[in-house]
């Protein structure tokens, strides 16, 4: 979502580099693209004014002028207002000392708000809680049907009454059910509204006062831009909003949005929905998203990933084989199918400081990964277990098989008997580290 953003500030930095000390007037003519380079993202103008005029105190400040190194002083001063936009830092869900806690979640048609509640449940589940959701959205056809189906795909169990029933009594029934069960906590997706309507809104508050929500979580589409914000204050009129959910991060939008919400409303960004699957919710983290907006990578999230897709054990093991070049393409196929539960490939690289700005952070990556799997998959276990015996005539098979050619199954070979050298002799025995001396997990050293 923020590749223009983050292309247009990287170029206004690397322009920097190039420059020894910086005076009054230069820095006003950064400050003056970074204003357009926002403008241009969809922020919001009163952000935009508060975010440079932030920059600038922050410059004044730090005597950025007399500095050796002017653009590593600017990106940090950017950085630091970035967070500052974001929302300083991340906001977790309240905590209740009675249970259930209900959570209401609210927004417009459309906006993904049924599918975030969905999310969330499963994120709650995955947490150890108990949650329960709660069909109160009876004005769209089929919603309570799309809740029940997501509920048994997450494994949440789901309360839902005949369409046409009243969502305040609803409501109702789903916090005395979720006490009695022992539930700990309650989603509510109650309906969305095409606009902001008198009728709707008073609908939403009457359920509001029927479940007294510990949380009132609004759902916006990311992508809407500066329209999002907009409809954040309108709700803001009428319920209590205590945070926000951002769906659609991943979309192509230019992220106006996520950069203006929390400023402009004064509420955090709790969650952001980042794909398509229900696993694709995440604690919203302002420092991680500007340390992605400014191209640093977002080291901490894609540790987390790894530790939740990888089996710590078999990935002990695979590191081990991979030192010791006893790593076989069987082993890279099982490695393959837990990399990509941690989402996109060009996603995953995203998160590694620098990595955005080389070919191996777009959607080539992901077009890759098939012809390679469907290569591996065209060979025999033996083939795989013993990458040596994969002769001319076994190349020519494997190609016709996975529907690839001979060049490119010849290619899978020379990288994979050359990683596995090459990785031999770097690791020596030792734990992979990222700059700083942070640790990756087991198997993703790889």
Do not use: W
């Amino acid at each position: 979502m923020f590749d223009t953003l983050s292309s247009r500030l990287d170029d206004i930095f690397t322009r920097l580099r190039s420059r020894g000390r910086l005076s009054e007037k230069q820095i006003d003519e950064v400050l003056r693209e970074i204003r357009l380079a926002l403008l241009e993202a969809d922020v919001s103008l009163k952000v935009v004014k508060a975010f440079v005029r932030d920059v600038r105190e922050r410059a004044d400040g730090a005597e950025i002028h007399k500095s050796l190194t002017p653009a590593q002083q600017v990106i940090k001063l950017v950085h630091a207002a970035l967070i500052e936009v974001l929302g300083h830092a991340a906001a977790g869900l309240e905590v209740t000392s009675v249970p259930p806690r209900v959570i209401l979640m609210a927004g417009l048609q459309g906006s993904g708000k049924t599918t975030a509640s969905a999310k969330l449940a499963l994120l709650l589940k995955k947490q150890g809680r108990k949650p329960l959701l709660a069909a109160c959205d009876l004005r769209r056809p089929a919603a309570i049907r799309q809740l029940i189906l997501l509920g048994e795909q997450a494994g949440v169990s789901v309360h839902s009454e005949e369409a046409g029933a009243d969502a305040v009594a609803v409501g109702g029934h789903a916090l005395k059910y979720a006490r009695e069960e022992g539930f700990t906590d309650v989603v509510v997706d109650t309906a969305g509204r095409m606009n902001v309507d008198a009728e709707l809104m008073a609908e939403l508050g009457s359920v509001a006062d029927a479940v007294r929500p510990t949380e009132t979580l609004l759902v916006c589409d990311a992508m809407t831009g500066q329209d999002a914000v907009n409809v954040a204050e309108a709700f803001m009129e009428h319920v209590d909003v205590t945070g926000v959910v951002l769906t659609k991060l991943d979309g192509d939008a230019r992220g106006g949005a996520a950069l203006s919400m929390s400023y402009v409303t004064g509420r955090p960004i709790k969650f952001a929905g980042v794909g398509e699957k229900l696993s694709d919710l995440e604690a919203f983290h302002p420092d991680r998203m500007a340390s992605r907006i400014l191209g640093m990578g977002d080291v901490m999230t894609l540790i987390e990933k790894a530790e939740a897709a990888f089996d710590q054990d078999e990935a002990t093991k695979m590191e081990e084989k991979l030192r010791k070049a006893e790593f076989t393409f069987e082993d890279f196929l099982s490695q393959m199918q837990a990399i990509k539960k941690m989402g996109p490939m060009s996603q995953v690289l995203g998160m590694l400081p620098g990595m955005s700005k080389l070919p191996v952070g777009d959607a080539r990556v992901d077009e890759q990964l098939p012809k390679i799997e469907a290569m591996i998959r065209s060979m025999t276990t033996q083939e795989r277990n013993n990458p040596q015996l994969i002769n001319g005539s076994r190349r020519r098979r494997i190609a016709a098989g996975s529907g690839t050619t001979v060049q490119d199954v010849n290619q899978l070979v020379k990288q994979f008997a050359q990683v596995r050298k090459m990785v031999k002799s770097l690791t020596g025995g030792k734990r992979t580290r990222l700059p700083g001396g942070v640790k990756l997990p087991p198997g993703m050293g790889m």
